[in-house]
Each structure stands twice: as C-alpha cells, then as structure tokens.
C-alpha cells in the first residue's frame, strides 16, 4: 500500500468513527430493506460499536506511512467514494431520525427498480455500495439525496405523480444531485482541512486520542452541513437547475420520456398556490421557473419520447 492509499484507508476507517456517532439506531448495510430499530439511540449505537472501532482505527494508525504537503487533501472533490458512502450513510440515518420509512414493500421495491434503471443510466451507476431508494411515510412533497447514492421519497411526492415518466423524472432529478456531488459541496471546507492536515501531515505517525478526537468532531459536522443544506436550506438554484437538466438526460436514456418532469412541474405549479410552504416548495425554486427552464433544455438538446401507456398501468395499480 502506497502512503498515500495508507492515508485514506485509515481516513476512512477514522470517518467509521464518525459517522457511527450519526447514525440513528439503523444498520445501512442495505437502506432499502433496513429501518431504524425502535427505542435504540445514537449513543446507544455508538457505545455498542464506536469504542471497537476506535481501537481498531488507532491501531490501524501506527502504520500510516510518511506523505508530503503535495499530496494533502483538501476538500470534498477529495473524498473517496468510500468516505463519501460512509458520510451518506449517516446523512441517512439522520433521515431517517426525521421520517419514518413507509410500511409498503410493493411500492418500495417498484421505487427501487425505477431508481435503479435510472442510475444505470446516470454518470454514476455505481458506487462503492450501490444505490438505495426508500419511500418514506410523510404526507409532505419532498425528496432528498444523501451522497454514496442514498434517495428518498416521502409518499406525498409519490403520490403526487401522475405517471411513472414523472415519477423517474424525480427520482432522476434525486439522482443528479448524488452524481453532481451537491450534498458533499454543502460541506465546510474548514472540517475537511482539519481532518486531512491530520491524516495527510508528514510528522503523523501514529492516531492520539486528541486527534481521533478531532478527526470525529470534523466528520460529525459534516453531516450537520449537509443535513442543513437538504432539509432546512435547500440547494442554491443553480444546483436545482443543475439536477433538472441532469434528470431529463437520464430519463431519456433510461427510455423514459423526458417531458415527465415538466409535466410534474406542472402539477407542483398548481399545488403551489394551495402549499404551505413547507418541505420541497421550501427548499426549491418556483415550480414555474424550473418549468420554462426545464422545457428549453429538452427543446434545444433535441430530448423527446413517449410515455409508454404500459408503464403507466403499472404505475396507477401500484401507486
């Protein structure tokens, strides 16, 4: 192993510690089939498995070879798709501190086959452990996107769909935000410094409690950044607009007809002069906006298709 390959195996081994300090009582081995464990708490889970893990990562730590300044990283274009699967997991489990994953397996495994031909179809079908997709059991119209390829659907938003070209419409536009990396970009760069100047600084040799210590607290605050971005902030505009045009390019490779998210747009239009604002019409720009962007992008790249009458059966007797 080289040093610098050392680095980032024991970073991410340190990013473990982390994020197990996030996670809610949920195991994320598979977020699809996984929910959280009623009555357990984060400090529960991390008592039953951080102090372990922290051996470990120490112990590991000894060995971390000698790396030079050239070869420090710097912020999250820098993670590897490994860290970013550990800090999306956690970024997870805070969801689903929020909202309860929806009692309905059928729905869940059609939302997973959808989500799945999408991703195939993105610039990033595969991460270091796949892609996941839950629906979760809220009444609000809203979507969110962890990174490592984690996205949920509240039953609102599913159910506002009309057809299953507006349904992977939004599952396509969840999808963009993973592979444009706009979860990992909310973070603070200053965590990110602190935690690779520890790992990547020639004079380390081994982890100290006070720098796994330090190493923790960075991560931790990672997921606070994104958390903030997706669920209280919302993404900037450019990045909504950004995931729009991602999401009709990936629904008309996927065979899908890319006009679904305009016609879903459509439909939030409407629901936004009865909305109280709260949720997806929060944290996303007007409806009517991404509608006259959205219609100009598959006009000018030529994206057109059809809405496949057989798919929207199946949509309908399962939605």
């Avoid at 912020?75 to 970013?84: K, M, V």
């Avoid at 984690?150 to 935000?177: K, N, P």
């Avoid at 973070?187 to 720098?211: M, N, P």
Wanted: proline fraction near 3%; charge should be neutral.
């Amino acid at each position: 192993m080289s040093g610098g390959q050392g680095c980032r195996g024991h970073l991410a081994a340190a990013l473990m510690l982390a994020v197990l300090a996030g996670c809610s009582a949920a195991e994320f081995k598979d977020i699809g089939h996984k929910a959280a464990r009623t009555g357990e708490t984060i400090a529960d889970q991390a008592a039953v498995q951080g102090s372990a893990l922290a051996a470990d990562t120490a112990a590991h730590g000894k060995a971390v070879a000698k790396t030079t300044t050239k070869a420090l990283r710097k912020g999250f274009a820098d993670l590897t798709p490994q860290e970013e699967y550990y800090i999306g997991r956690a970024v997870a489990a805070r969801i689903l501190g929020i909202y309860r994953p929806a009692e309905d397996p059928e729905a869940t495994r059609y939302l997973n086959a959808v989500g799945l031909a999408l991703a195939q179809a993105s610039s990033g079908p595969e991460t270091f452990d796949g892609w996941h997709f839950m629906l979760l059991d809220s009444d609000e119209v809203n979507a969110f996107a962890a990174p490592g390829g984690f996205i949920f659907v509240t039953r609102g938003l599913y159910q506002s769909c009309r057809t299953e070209e507006q349904l992977a419409a939004v599952v396509a536009h969840e999808v963009g935000h993973v592979t444009l990396r706009h979860g990992l970009a909310a973070i603070k760069t200053s965590r990110l410094t602190e935690a690779f100047a520890i790992i990547g600084t020639e004079a380390v040799k081994e982890f100290t409690g006070a720098d796994l210590a330090r190493i923790t607290a960075a991560f931790a605050g990672t997921i606070d950044d994104i958390i903030d971005q997706m669920v209280s902030l919302g993404y900037s505009q450019r990045q909504e607009y950004a995931a729009d045009a991602e999401s009709g390019r990936i629904a008309w490779r996927a065979g899908y007809n890319p006009a679904g998210l305009a016609e879903f747009l459509g439909t939030l239009q409407a629901k936004a002069v009865k909305a109280d604002k709260k949720g997806f019409f929060s944290t996303h720009p007007p409806a009517a906006d991404r509608l006259a962007k959205v219609e100009t992008l598959l006009a000018a790249e030529k994206l057109v298709g059809e809405t496949d009458p057989v798919r929207t059966a199946r949509f309908s007797k399962i939605r």
